[in-house]
């Protein structure tokens, strides 16, 4: 056996060249979804769509509050991806929002918000500190 072919066989067993954001994406709180990010690959690229309940978080930054995720989700653009890691952002009436997401293994990642530096002065003038990522699980 070559070892070209091992490391072939290898490789798709493995997943590689699969995209690892692809699916549905949840997280819940108080027993109802309050994130649900769909993923999708087309043509190479990386689309889908988001939607965030209303959520409270803590001093910490800990999600200690969230409304269910609304019906209508919201379209992902410029979505970027860097070896686990999938940048995009959301447009969100005039603002437009922008999110990272890590996976952590095969079925969790972490959604992030990215903060301008604007954005960080207005949620400390308000008292609010910065969320904490949110652990998201792939639904099967």
Same mark, same amino acid.
């Given at each position: 056996? +070559? %070892?070209v072919f091992v490391v072939t066989a290898l =490789?798709?067993?493995?997943?590689?060249g699969q995209v690892p954001f692809t699916g549905m994406w949840t997280a819940? $709180?108080? #027993?109802?979804? $309050?994130?649900?990010? /769909?993923l999708a690959t087309r043509d190479g690229a990386t689309?889908?769509?988001? #939607?965030? #309940? *209303? %959520?409270?978080?803590? +001093?910490?930054? =800990?999600? *200690?509050? !969230? /409304?269910e995720v609304p019906e209508k989700l919201v379209a992902i653009s410029n979505a970027a991806a860097k070896d686990s890691t999938l940048? $995009?952002?959301?447009?969100d009436g005039d603002d437009v929002d922008r999110f /990272?997401?890590?996976?952590? *293994?095969?079925?969790? =990642? *972490?959604?992030? $918000?990215?903060? +301008?530096d604007q954005d960080r !002065?207005?949620?400390? =003038?308000n008292g609010v500190p910065v969320p904490k990522p949110i652990r998201l699980t792939r639904m099967p």
């Open positions: 056996m +070559s %070892i =490789a798709l067993a493995l997943g590689q819940e $709180f108080g #027993g109802h979804t $309050f994130v649900r990010l /769909q689309q889908g769509a988001l #939607g965030i #309940g *209303d %959520i409270h978080v803590d +001093s910490k930054g =800990a999600v *200690d509050r !969230a /409304q940048s $995009f952002s959301c447009q /990272q997401l890590e996976i952590v *293994d095969a079925d969790h =990642a *972490d959604l992030r $918000f990215l903060l +301008s !002065a207005e949620l400390a =003038a």
